[in-house]
Structures are given as C-alpha cells and as structure tokens.
C-alpha cells in the first residue's frame, strides 16, 4: 500500500473526534499495523511531522498541530448569537467556538478569517475561543421566508436556520406581495451586530401552506435546478428521435427473447435497471443486471451531457422529480418500459450455489422488458399470490428469491453492515395535501433488487481497477467514533460491549444481538451516527458498511451522472481500447475525477438536505393539527437546553426541554448521551421511550417543542434505587388549549408548589 495512502489513513484517525494523544507503537497498535507495513506507517508518519499536519506532544505521543492565530473555514451560526467556525484545515482543538458579538456579521455558510483567543485552561487543557475578522466568501444571497408587516415596517422571517433575523423590504408593492406569502429575498445589506439585514422581494411563490408552495419554498431555498435549457431539450430530441432498435441490434447481443423484469415502487415513472436470471447445468446461475445504455444517447461534452453533470443527480422530492436528464430520455427511450425494445449494458455474473462468484462479463445489449412489477406484486407473488402474472415469472421471481438470500448471507458472512432503522412515506389527498403516513414498505423484494445492483456495481469496479483504470468510485470510509472509541463508550452506557479494537464483525455482532429487541433503536442509529458519509472520489478506500474493496456506482445512469461516466468506460473497455494509447488518452486522471467527484458529492448532498427538509416540513404542517395530542417518544439526543425525542410513528424529531422535566439540577454528558438529575438520580439516556404532548410548532425553523405526557415517576426504569417506590414527586405536565389559540401551549404544575425549575449548564450547546 502506498505511504500517501498511509498519512490519510493517519490523519482520518488523528481527526477522529475523541482521539487521544498517543505514541508511536500505541498509534500503530491501535489502528491495526501490521508487522509488514511498520516500514510504510513509520515513512507516512515521518512526511506528516515534516509537512506539520501532525506534530509531537508531550511524551513524544502525535497529534494535530494546535490551532494558528488565524483560521480559515466555514462558519455555522446558532439562533442566539454565537457560532462556531470549522476549520479548512484540521487541527487539535477542532471546531472554534465564536461568542455572540464576535461574529463579525458572519451567518451559516460563509467562508470566514477567525482571530484564535485563549480563555484559559480546564482540565489541564488550553480553551480557545475566536473572533471572526474578514469574510471571505459569502455563502447565500437569496432567502426564502414568509413576509410580515408590523408598526408599518415589512420585513420577511427567513425559513431554515442559516439566517436568524429579519429582512427589511421596502415597496413589496411592487411585486403584488401581502402579508404571509412565501417570497425570495434577495440580500441588498447582511446584517451585523449594528446594522438590520435589507433585501429586495426577487420573487413571490404564494401563500404559506397551500399545495405546491413548500415544495417551491425549498427549491428555492436549496437553488436547485429549474427548467432545462432549449438546447438541452434539442439535443435530447433529436437522440431520442434517431434511435432505431432494429439498425444497432446488429452492434449488440440480442436478448429480447430472454425473460427480464423490472421491480420498482409504484410511482416509479424512469426503470433504469432489470433483472433476468438463467441456470446452468452444474447447478450454477447466471445473473443477468441489465442498466439503461444513457451513454449512447447523451454525448460526452454536449449541452445534455454538460447540463447533467452539473445537476449531477435527480433530486427526489416528495411530490415531484427535478430529474438529471430531460423526461425525453429519462422517461422515454432511456426507460426500460415494458415490451419496449431498450440499449442495455448488461452485467452477466455466474454463481455457485452458495452465491459466490464464478466470473463476469460485460457487454453492449438491447432487450426488451417482459413485465413491470411493483415491489409490492413481486412481494405478492413470492408469498404465494400470482394472480395474473406468468409462470415464467412467477418461477424467475422465486429463483430471484434463492440468489439474493444466499448472496446476501455470503456478504454478511463478510463483513456486510445492515441496519434496522424505521423509516415513513407520506399518504396525499387529490389535493397533493399530505394527511397521514404510512410505514414504508421493507418486504424481501427490496433486498432482492439492492443486493442484485450492489453485486453488478462490484462486479463493474472490480473488472476495472483489473485494468488500472482510473474512475469514478463510491467510497465509504471506516467510522472515525468506531476507531476514537467513542461509540464503544456510549454503547456501555446503554448497557453493550464493544471491544476497544473492534472490526467490522464486532459491530454486525452487535447489530444481530440487539435487532428486534426493544434497545435495537438506540443501538442502530448510535452505528448510524458513528458512519462517514459515503461520496465519489478515485482514491482506493473500499466501501465499508457494505464490506467491499472495490465499489462505484454502475446502476442508476437516468438519475446520477457517476453512473454515466461508469457507462463510458465500460465502451472503451468494450471496444479495446485501454490495449491501445489513444484509448488510454480518453480516461480522465485523476485530477479531473477528484473535481468531479467533489461535485457529486456536494450536490447528491444539497438534494439529499432538501428531501429531507420538505419532508420534515410537511410532517411539521401535519402535526400541527395535533397539538395536545399524546405520542410514544424515544429519546435520540441530548444537548444544554434539553432532550430530543423522536415520535415513533411520525419520526419526527422535538425538544424536551428541561424545564418541562423535574425541577432539578441537570448535568448533561453528551459522551454518553444522557442527563442526570443532580437532585433526584434520574437518568434520561438516548433510547429512553417517554410519553410526551406536542407543546408547540414553529414552521419557519423547523422546531416542535415537547412535555411530557406522564411523571417521571412513572418510568421506573429511570429511576433512581433510593428514589423507587417515592410517594411524592415534583414534575411539570402540559395543558392545551384547543382551537384557534392552540399554536401556543402552557404548562401546569401537577403536584408541589410552582417554582423556577433551575437548569445547570456545563457547557456550550452542540452544533
């Protein structure tokens, strides 16, 4: 392995949050050193001291450089006040702590210059705070928020949580705006400690709440993409008009005979992947993946292929499709619909009867689609309802069925994470109102289909890092808390071992021994939170929840332009021409992957955000018809000002807030993830279930506030052992008024006389 290789492995770890000085032998013990590599961990070690990325502590133990004067990064503001600025480069102190006033008008997103301050020392180590002194690069101009009007002043309350105050707008007359639309301001004077924000109405989307407008709200808010340019439409047409299945059936294998299905949701309008399986004499099976052929109809440096690379993804909001390609080509010649003649490159992987592999080939393919299945018909099929569907794919679903079990207990035997975490689809009227919800569907069909498009995205990589190509992968690097042993803390405190060098093997060991208990919530997302984001780069890092060494993303070419670029390479490769230089000449390098990498990362997480964000909003907007209403609640967090509580059937997250709990002292430990009552005993950890009202909603920010339903007292498992059984406990219970008025809520004392219920504060909240 490479020592560059080595000093990223180094710096991953040092970064890691909770790491610990340590030396030389430690360091090399902990993170699993070979004797065979001492020499290539000792040279990467040797150029990180030398380039000062680390440095020597006391006791000779390594760690990051302390923080400069001056630090570079990126800033993200707290409504009240303060902020925290994470820096470009990596250092020991990690994020800067910016005290309200100190801000220098920066808000979340900007790229900021910080001036480093000691406060002092705790605990034998140096604090720092910052005060920002330029900044840089502002990171947004344009806002969404609802216009207001008070005292003859109209202002607009920006929505999300990147900017905390009011913007003054002046004639919003002039574009026929009222009060409560949902408008786009554009910023004309950021706002500092002494000056107001002011902006201009650049656009009004509507009244808050109707149908559409939200939906809008955060396309506008995200800046996602909007209609596609004529020219891209143009060249989109005239490929899809060209294409003749009957000319370039001679340039291809001809499956249009072989039975192939799709399986996809029931609103599913682009099918980019189908699935035919046949078997072989010695009892192996051949499994044929079979992905739309988007290269042949977007060419590499045109308006479609430019125009797609910069969107880089389809962005899946609910409700609607911002798709990466024009609906000529995504829902049309691209689509693999039924009994449509369709360019595939199909991956074809041969397997024994224990699902391990056997060989692969690829080629260039045109089938034709023998039947669209929902999930859930392929799920009623496999449990015994055929109804009207045919034999033959009736037995191909089934024959599906054995592969994908014993291809996934192979992977599991190798190192496979898999996760149980609940998850919710929203239920619309005609309306496009969102009424109820609804679990999503995780019947076998699902695993059928994923481990299916993992098996071909591995399949893919694997023939080309064979030929040292270059390329796009996807890449999931191993959980920096799992290596700090922070996640092993705070599993013991919710009662599981983990060892202090535990592998891949210990985590599934403890995913299997918790799944289906009642603690297996707070376990799987404790693992969760533990993981990296997966993003595209063409470093060789391995993809680690799914225990795989070479991966990228091969499948979904409609809908993620990596997958496009996957498609291209696998032509050059098709045709010979890696064999030859001029071939090799069109490979990007590995420069111009990284930037593209980069690029797809950031915007698969802008879209993934946005999702995210409308979903939460239109849950928000639903439960507020709930006020007063009594949920399960588990506990997923804590922080200064209380506990976060998630609504198991709504997976909506609020806040518990201290003075809604016992009147009592309340130390947090965010290492373990609990609060203590300092008076009673009490222990509120994550994965505690309460019993809690909806207090209040506020849909500008994105929060809903929570009390308890019931006493504490009630929760014996919270209890201390000398405060069990206790006759008389102090607690704060909540009351709300129904009707108009029920925006707002106020609570009650149930028992004990009405005091302050003091809340102590051992430190800064966390971002």
Excluded at 535 to 547: D, I, N, Q, R
Aim: charged fraction near 30%; aromatic fraction near 6%; proline fraction near 5%.
């Amino acid at each position: 392995m490479p020592s560059d290789t080595y000093a990223e492995r180094i710096l991953r770890f040092v970064q890691a949050r909770g790491y610990k000085p340590q030396k030389l032998h430690e360091l090399a013990q902990a993170m699993g050193i070979g004797e065979d590599e001492q020499g290539d961990f000792h040279a990467a070690c040797k150029a990180l001291m030398k380039t000062g990325r680390i440095v020597l502590g006391s006791e000779n133990a390594l760690m990051l450089p302390g923080p400069p004067g001056k630090i570079v990064g990126t800033f993200r503001g707290n409504r009240r006040g303060f902020g925290f600025v994470i820096p470009d480069t990596p250092n020991s102190h990690g994020d800067l702590y910016v005290p309200s006033g100190r801000t220098g008008g920066a808000i979340t997103g900007d790229t900021v210059i910080a001036r480093t301050l000691k406060r002092g020392k705790r605990g034998g180590k140096m604090l720092y705070e910052g005060r920002i002194t330029s900044i840089v690069k502002r990171g947004q101009s344009r806002f969404v928020g609802e216009l207001c009007r008070e005292f003859n002043r109209w202002f607009v309350v920006p929505d999300g949580h990147t900017l905390h105050v009011p913007i003054l707008v002046g004639d919003p007359g002039a574009k026929r705006s009222r009060p409560g639309d949902m408008v786009v301001v554009e910023i004309t004077q950021y706002p500092t400690e002494r000056t107001e924000a002011r902006g201009v109405i650049a656009k009004v989307l509507g009244r808050r709440g109707r149908p559409g407008v939200e939906i809008l709200s955060i396309i506008e808010q995200y800046q996602l993409p909007g209609e596609f340019d004529e020219a891209v439409l143009e060249e989109a047409r005239t490929a899809a008009m060209a294409y003749n299945p009957r000319t370039e059936v001679k340039n291809r294998e001809d499956l249009r005979k072989l039975t192939v299905i799709t399986i996809d949701p029931a609103d599913a309008r682009d099918f980019d992947d189908a699935i035919s399986l046949t078997g072989n004499r010695d009892g192996s099976m051949e499994l044929g993946v079979h992905i739309a052929d988007v290269a042949y109809f977007v060419r590499q440096g045109g308006a479609a292929d430019n125009e797609a690379r910069e969107r880089s993804n389809s962005v899946y909001l609910p409700g609607t499709v911002i798709p990466m390609l024009p609906e000529v080509l995504s829902n049309g010649v691209c689509s693999l619909q039924e009994r449509q003649p369709r360019l595939a490159k199909s991956v074809f992987i041969t397997y024994n009867r224990q699902g391990r592999v056997k060989k692969t080939r690829v080629a260039n393919s045109i089938i034709r689609s023998t039947k669209r299945l929902t999930y859930e018909q392929a799920t009623a099929v496999l449990d015994g309802k055929p109804g009207r569907t045919s034999a033959k794919v009736v037995a191909l679903l089934k024959d599906m069925e054995r592969l994908a079990k014993a291809i996934r207990a192979r992977r599991l035997r190798e190192g496979m994470l898999e996760l149980d975490l609940p998850e919710i689809e929203l239920v619309r009227d005609e309306d496009g109102n969102v009424v109820d919800i609804e679990p999503a569907d995780t019947s076998f069909s699902h695993k059928i289909i994923e481990m299916f498009m993992v098996e071909a995205n591995e399949a893919v990589t694997r023939l080309l890092a064979s030929r040292n190509v270059p390329h796009l992968r996807r890449v999931h690097d191993e959980p920096r808390h799992l290596a700090a042993g922070s996640l092993r803390r705070f599993l013991a405190i919710l009662g599981h071992e983990l060892p202090a060098n535990a592998d891949r093997f210990a985590v599934q060991a403890l995913l299997d021994k918790v799944r289906g208990k009642s603690g297996a919530f707070a376990v799987h997302l404790a693992v969760l939170r533990s993981m990296q984001q997966a993003e595209y780069a063409p470093t060789l890092v391995g993809h680690y929840a799914l225990a795989s060494e070479h991966y990228c993303h091969f499948t979904s070419p409609i809908r993620r332009y990596p997958d496009l670029t996957i498609h291209r390479l696998i032509d050059l490769y098709l045709t010979g021409a890696f064999k030859r230089p001029s071939g090799v000449q069109r490979v990007p390098g590995e420069k111009e992957l990284a930037e593209l990498g980069s690029l797809c990362s950031a915007n698969e997480q802008r879209a993934e955000a946005a999702e995210r964000e409308l979903k939460l909003v239109l849950l928000l907007r639903l439960l507020e018809k709930h006020l007063g209403d009594e949920f399960d609640g588990i506990v997923t967090g804590v922080a200064n000002v209380g506990v976060f509580v998630q609504l198991e059937r709504y997976l909506v997250e609020g806040l518990l807030r201290f003075e809604h709990l016992l009147d009592d002292w309340w130390e947090v430990d965010p290492t373990h993830g609990c609060v203590v009552g300092q008076r009673s005993g009490y222990t509120i950890t994550v994965g505690d279930r309460l019993k809690v009202v909806i207090a209040r909603i506020h849909i500008p920010t994105r929060q809903m506030e929570l009390a308890l339903a019931e006493p504490l007292a009630g929760t014996e498992a919270s209890m201390p052992r000398t405060a069990r059984g206790a006759s008389k406990v102090t607690t704060r219970r909540t009351k709300h008024i129904r009707g108009k008025t029920a925006a707002r809520a106020r609570a009650r004392r149930t028992k004990g006389k009405r005091h302050t219920a003091p809340v102590r504060r051992r430190q800064r909240p966390h971002r």
